[in-house]
Structures are given as structure tokens and as C-alpha cells.
């Protein structure tokens, strides 16, 4: 039997073994994700951000509780482009999440990219899409809230959580981070501590600052402590009750169309991105090019604009 | 006058404000880079990367000292693309740097970017090309060694010094970053404290084992006190020779001219994501693909390849 007939068959096995395929971009894996889009069942996609340090991963495992309850099969994607330099802590927390019976309805994989950030977004997706494909239910994605990187990650999410710690500072923090543009669901977790009501007022007015559309989804403010699960059934709630507000108001959809769009662009630019490595490396003429800047008898920014005119052409708009 | 021309009189507000021109991508930033070029005097680029409280500030003004005494201009490009969540600790340490005498022979800029990591490396290198054409005779890129935008922002540097501290951990740590593999100095500071020796003996081990060519550099070990002035008329000595050899070798050349193909690569992509941008959006057709990926009857990555034969064609490779 083929990896990808035993993958249909749900040998979890198989799952991580094409999963590392596609994670690697091995030669042919863009036809394989392209046979396997067939069998996607729409798993809903949750995210689950925050800094360091606020339960996210506790606060997982009490969702998926939860989910299972529901019957529902429940996929976790840990996505941790940290520096080797902070260690990693971050993963051996996660180590709590096989406590799960290994019955495969809770699936878990990390993406530590350590280094090579690149398309770690595009990356994530493809996993969310194969996972899907297995047959889950849920796929929740869950990433520590810092960088540009990680927004994209969380971007390709139908539900957006956004977990804070009275510790954590100030919601100006999360502001500045882009957090509260991507939130469906604030959380305010470890919310028995110091500051746990200032946090959650300074959140209740930066969200009403951001003045959305008044049909809009209203972001509640959740308050929780997942390590004792108080406030989670709540949760459950607000967060089943955002995939049905996106889904009956069109916001579900529309979303999906933006991310199938990014998802063009991303496969469109990686493939010039192939072809542009190749062009620029050992053609005679490129490298009289690159000659004559460095003796600065001409530019690279001239330079870039003549190789552009001459290696691409728009060929769709011209001719409409 | 002009900004352009106050630039070209030695005017450091008016290279302020055209950095800010060039760092925010403003219409006809490329132009402008493009005829700045040609003033282009050769400064030398050292990097100075490494782990968060390795003292790299400190050093960088210890350098400056060694270079001023030279009588050589300096100007310093301190990246720190930090999460908002770690605070701005790191830029509060660079105050020290205005210890300087005003008197436009060291010049200091930050590029925080805070969330907006994309392009960061380009952007380094065009502010870093702006302070060459300007006179500077040095330029220092200050950045926290922690992930591939920082690895991508050194890469633009002549001379690159790793620094690392005993507590920071291991030489294993730093191999993992990738930084052992584009120290060309490295530098254990604070070389007073417990370990200082067994940090050494590991990176001496670690960089044996990178095995590079025999006629290649061999990058020096320097222990230096920053903060006490201690260990840095060798290690300026490590530093010019590496310069010197760089240049006698062809190293230095070979470096610049692959740093060109970068920069035209980085030129000829981000035309094309723009003008991507334009023709993903808005169109009927695009838009009749997306609704078919959407409703299962279509997939991303067979669109993608479509869209990418009639949207994009080879010029040069298929006529030469």
C-alpha cells in the first residue's frame, strides 16, 4: 500500500510522514496537496496566540477536552519560530497535550522552525490543508504572539483567539503588536491574579477605539484560568459562537476567499522566486551586469528595472 | 536647496530625512538610491550580532573609539526587529552611543521595526549605502542574532563579529543560530566571568569542525572586557585583518558581487509582488478561480500553475 493510500485510510503514521514531506517541499509535493484539496471536509481552523508565558497551550488542551466531548477529532499545530537562544521551553510544555488517549482523535505536531522563517506561514497552511484532508474536525493553530511571521501564521484561521496574563503588561502591548486587529476572541487568562479587571477594562476600550462596522462581530473579553478550567465552557461558547456568526453573515467565506488568495500569490511568487534564482545565477550577461556595478559604472536599481522589462512580461493585462 | 543637495553637503538632517525617505519605500525611493550610487565611496560593513546581553553595544562603542583615534567617520545601524512583548531594552542601552561629540563623525540610526519584518534586510542595505554615499568610512550593522531576518540583515556586512558571553549558553547554541558560520571574528566578552574559558575551548572545537578550505580565513577567537576597555586594540587588529585579508584574497570582492545578485534578486521580486498584487485582485477571471477553489472544484496549487504560464513568461532563457 502507498503512504498516500494508507494516509486515506487514517494510519496517523502516514498523516506524519507526508506531513514532513510537505513541510520539507520535496519534489512533487504541490501535486500532492493539489490531489489531497479534494478531500477537504472545511475542518475549522482556530488560532490561538499570545506571548509568552499565558497558557496558551494549558488553555489548548482544555479546548480540546471540549471538542472530544463533542466527538469532535481535534488536530494541534504548535508553530514556535523562536531563537535557539531562548530555549526550548516552549515545547517541553506541549508535552502535556500527550495526555490525551492516543486513540487518533487528538493529533499533535510542532513546527519549530528554529532559524529558516521563511514561508513558515505558507508552511503551516499546507499542514492545516493535509490535516483537513485526514479527516479532522478542528485544527487548532497555536503560536506565540511576537512577530510578523506569527500573524501570518494566525491569519489563515477562521477564529481568532488572543490570550493575555494580567503580567503580561498592558493591552497598549498587545495593541502595538497587531494582536487586537486579529482577535475574534479576547481571553484574559489567569484572571484570579493582580490587574486581571484593568487588563480586561484597557482591552473593553481599546476594542471599542478600533470602531468596527456595527454589524460586525463584537469581540468578547473572556476571563479564564485554564489551569483549574473555570471560565472554559464559556469560552466554548464564544468561540462556537464566532464560527457561527462568520458563517451565517458571509465573514466565514469572504475570508477564505482572501486566504485562497494569499495562497495564489504565495504559490505564484514562490515559483518566480525559483525561476529568478536560476536566471540570476551563471548567465554571461548577468554577470557583466553585476561587473559593472561593482565597479560603479552602473546601478542595481537601473540595472533591476531593464533585467524586469526583458525577463518578465505581463502577458494577461496587455492583451485583455 | 534641496534635501538632495544638502545631503551631498554634508548636511546630517537632510541624510535623516532621505534615510526615512528610503526606509518608508516613498514614490521614487529607487530613483534616488539609483543616483546616489554613483557617490558610493567603498565603506567597509562590520556586523555585530550575537544573544541579547552579550554587551554587543558597549563593543559597538569601543570600536568606534578605535576607529575615531583613525580619524575615520562611523555610522552605526542598530536593527532590532524585537517582539513589542520584550520591551525596548535594547534600544534604552544605545543611548550611550550620543556620549559622542556631535560633530557629524558618528552617526547613529535605529531601525525598530517592530512587526513589520519584511524586506528589513533590503532596507539595511539601501540605509547602509545611503551612509557610504554620504562619507561615511565605516558602517557598523548592530543587530540581535536571533532568526533569519537578522541572519539575512549581517549577510550584507564586509566583516562580521559574533559576539557571545559565557552565560549565554553553549557554542551548540550558536552553530544551531547558524551564526558560527558567518562569524568572520568571534568575540567572548566578558571574558572575566565563570566559563569564559570552556566557551572558548567549545567554539575553537566547533569552528575545527566547520572544516572550511585551508587557504580560507581562520576566524580568531578574541576575548575582550568591553565594558573596562579590555581586549580591544586586538581585537580591532582581528577585525582590520580580516579586512585586509578579505581584500587581498578576493574574498571582499567575491562577497560584494554575490551581495549585488541579492540585491537585484530582492529587486526584480518585490516588482513582480507588486504587479502580482494588482492582477490578484479585482480581476473576473482570478476571481472565477477562487470561487472554484473555494467550492472544491478547483485547487490552489493547479490554479497556481495555470496562472503562473499565462501570467508570467521567460523572456531571455527561451530566445537566447
Redesign the interface.
Known amino acids: 500500500m502507498t503512504v498516500l493510500e494508507k494516509f486515506r485510510q487514517g494510519d496517523t503514521r502516514a498523516l506524519s510522514r507526508i506531513i514532513s514531506f510537505v513541510e520539507n517541499r520535496e519534489e512533487g509535493y504541490?501535486?500532492l496537496?493539489?490531489r489531497l484539496?479534494?478531500d477537504?471536509g472545511g475542518a475549522l481552523r482556530i488560532g490561538v496566540t499570545g506571548?509568552?508565558g499565558a497558557g496558551k497551550s494549558t488553555l489548548v488542551s482544555c479546548l480540546i477536552r471540549k471538542f472530544r466531548e463533542e466527538g469532535k477529532r481535534v488536530a494541534v499545530v504548535a508553530v514556535d519560530?523562536t531563537?535557539?537562544?531562548s530555549?526550548g521551553a516552549l515545547l517541553g510544555d506541549r508535552v502535556r497535550l500527550q495526555d490525551f488517549p492516543d486513540d487518533g482523535n487528538v493529533f499533535f505536531r510542532s513546527m519549530a522552525t528554529?532559524?529558516?522563517?521563511?514561508g513558515l506561514a505558507a508552511s503551516t497552511d499546507n499542514v492545516a490543508l493535509l490535516l483537513d484532508a485526514f479527516g479532522f474536525d478542528i485544527v487548532l493553530i497555536e503560536t506565540v504572539g511576537?512577530?510578523?511571521?506569527e500573524?501570518d501564521v494566525i491569519d489563515t484561521c477562521d477564529t481568532v483567539l488572543v490570550v493575555l496574563v494580567p503580567e503580561?503588561?498592558d493591552a497598549v502591548?498587545a495593541m502595538?503588536?497587531?494582536l487586537m486587529e486579529i482577535a475574534d476572541v479576547m481571553v484574559v487568562n489567569k484572571s484570579d491574579r493582580p490587574g486581571a479587571d484593568n487588563l480586561a477594562d484597557d482591552l473593553k476600550y481599546a476594542l471599542h477605539l478600533q470602531k468596527r462596522d456595527e454589524n460586525a462581530w463584537e469581540v468578547p473579553i473572556m476571563r479564564t484560568q485554564a489551569a483549574n478550567n473555570i471560565g472554559i465552557d464559556e469560552l466554548f461558547e464564544a468561540v462556537n459562537g464566532h464560527s457561527r456568526f462568520a458563517k451565517e453573515n458571509g465573514y466565514f467565506?469572504a475570508h477564505?476567499?482572501e486566504q485562497?488568495?494569499k495562497?495564489?500569490?504565495n504559490?505564484?511568487?514562490h515559483?518566480?522566486?525559483r525561476?529568478?534564482?536560476e536566471?540570476?545565477?551563471g548567465?554571461e550577461?548577468?554577470e557583466r551586469?553585476?561587473?559593472e556595478?561593482?565597479s560603479?559604472r552602473n546601478?542595481?536599481?537601473?540595472?533591476?528595472?531593464d533585467?524586469?522589462d526583458?525577463?518578465?512580461?505581463?502577458?494577461?493585462?496587455d492583451r485583455d
Open positions: 504541490r501535486k496537496l493539489g484539496y479534494a477537504i506571548p509568552p519560530p531563537s535557539p537562544f530555549g528554529r532559524g529558516a522563517s521563511g511576537v512577530g510578523q511571521v500573524l503580561s503588561g502591548q502595538k503588536a497587531g467565506d477564505r476567499k485562497i488568495r495562497k495564489l500569490f504559490i505564484l511568487r515559483r518566480f522566486q525561476e529568478l534564482i536566471t540570476l545565477s548567465r550577461e548577468v551586469l553585476i561587473a556595478i561593482l560603479g546601478n542595481p536599481y537601473q540595472v533591476g528595472e533585467l524586469y526583458r525577463f518578465v512580461r505581463k502577458n494577461g493585462t
